[in-house]
Every structure is written in structure tokens, then in C-alpha cells.
């Protein structure tokens, strides 16, 4: 299998920001579908309760096939919230919209672009063992397809585990720079976390198309 082509990217190590504060942590919330016994992790990208995951984190979570009901318990801040409906899909990109009836006053802003090679990153989610639910990591590389899908991929080493699926790629300003959704390799075969980078137009193209009818079904 061919290995994607690395974008020819600087190295660029300053000025990447420090930890995330406090207010992009209160943006991530956690997911479980009690029927598949699945975790999963969101965030929060608009104040009206619009949430962004992974679409694999949602596509098993639905009521029925072809139905926008969720069968998730989303937890934040120690309540629990049901309802959540999925308002878009794009399973190429690994990404899904959910809505939630409720504000969400913390939420991520996507980044103006990638992050640079070597550039510090944070992976927020709830099934992380590390501390406060944050791994920082730097990214290794950033790719221009993922499994032949003309789709800016960043390769990352920030440790990801069960239930973060769906979780946000943050930088050190805090900017939503992807979601992780899988493992991948290097081309020297180490193992590497892998996020869906995410743009501002991604968020209101999927507002706007919805579900594609494939994913519907």
C-alpha cells in the first residue's frame, strides 16, 4: 500500500502555545452508547449546542438505520444529557455533526490553517489516562490524503486511547485543528495518531449538505 505523501511543510517549533486553558477543556464532552457499550468523546463548536465528533463514533450509536436519533448519553461537568441528534455526516473525512438542545457557551474555533511540523498539539478526551483528560504531543506529519480521500490529515504522537475517538486536535492558542479518529503509520513504520483536520468551512459545509444519502441508509 502506498504510503500518503508527506506536504512539504517547515519545521517550526516556537510559538506554538502552551497548555490548553481551562475554557477549551470545558468545551470537550463525552459519549456512550449503552447499547454497544461504546465511549466516544465531542466538543463543542458553536454556542447552540452544536457538537463534532468522528462519524465512526456515531454511525452504530444510531436509534434505527436512516434515523437522526442518537442512542448516547453525553455527560459534561457532571450532568448527563440525552437527546443528541446527528444533523450531519461526512464519513469520508471521519466527521459527524450532533445537536444538542442546550447552550454550550465553551466551544472550539477552528484554526486558520494546519499546524506546522514539529508544532506542539493537545489531544483532549475523556478516555485519556493522562492527566485532566489532555496529551500533549507534536505533530509528525501532515498529509494531503487518507486512504486515497483528498483529505489534510495530521499525524500526531500525542497518545490517544479507548473512548477518545471523536475527540479535538487542539493547538497551544487553543484552535480546533482536527479530530482524532484513528492510528496510522510513518513511512519508517512507527505508529502515529491520526486527526481529520478541520476547517471553518468544513463545520458550515456539513451545516449546510447535512447527511448524505449513502450515510442515511
Not at 440525552?82 to 447552550?103: Q, S, T
Not at 500533549?136 to 473512548?163: C, S, Y
Request: aromatic share 6%.
Amino acid at each position: 500500500m502506498r504510503r500518503p505523501t508527506l506536504l512539504a511543510l517547515p519545521l517550526f517549533l516556537a510559538g506554538c502555545g502552551a497548555w490548553p486553558d481551562a475554557r477549551t477543556q470545558r468545551a470537550v464532552y463525552a459519549l456512550y452508547a449503552p447499547r454497544t457499550n461504546q465511549t466516544a468523546t465531542a466538543a463543542a463548536v458553536a454556542p447552540d449546542g452544536l457538537l463534532l465528533t468522528c462519524w465512526h463514533a456515531v454511525e452504530r450509536a444510531r436509534s434505527k438505520p436512516g434515523s437522526d436519533a442518537l442512542d448516547f448519553t453525553i455527560r459534561h461537568r457532571g450532568r448527563v444529557h440525552k437527546g443528541a441528534r446527528l444533523v450531519a455526516a461526512w464519513p469520508e473525512r471521519e466527521l459527524a455533526l450532533l445537536r444538542l438542545d442546550l447552550e454550550t457557551p465553551d466551544y472550539l474555533v477552528p484554526a486558520d490553517a494546519p499546524p506546522p511540523v514539529g508544532c506542539a498539539v493537545y489531544a483532549l478526551g475523556l478516555g485519556l489516562k493522562s492527566s485532566h483528560g489532555v496529551a500533549r504531543g507534536k505533530v509528525l506529519a501532515v498529509w494531503p490524503k487518507w486512504k486515497g480521500v483528498e483529505q489534510v490529515t495530521i499525524a500526531h504522537d500525542a497518545d490517544i486511547w479507548r473512548g477518545d475517538s471523536g475527540g479535538p486536535l487542539v493547538d497551544g492558542e487553543g484552535r480546533l485543528v482536527g479530530v482524532n479518529h484513528s492510528v496510522g503509520h510513518l513511512a519508517d513504520g512507527r505508529n502515529v495518531s491520526v486527526a481529520s483536520y478541520v476547517t471553518k468551512e468544513d463545520l458550515a459545509r456539513l451545516e449546510r449538505e447535512g447527511i448524505p444519502r449513502a450515510s442515511a441508509q
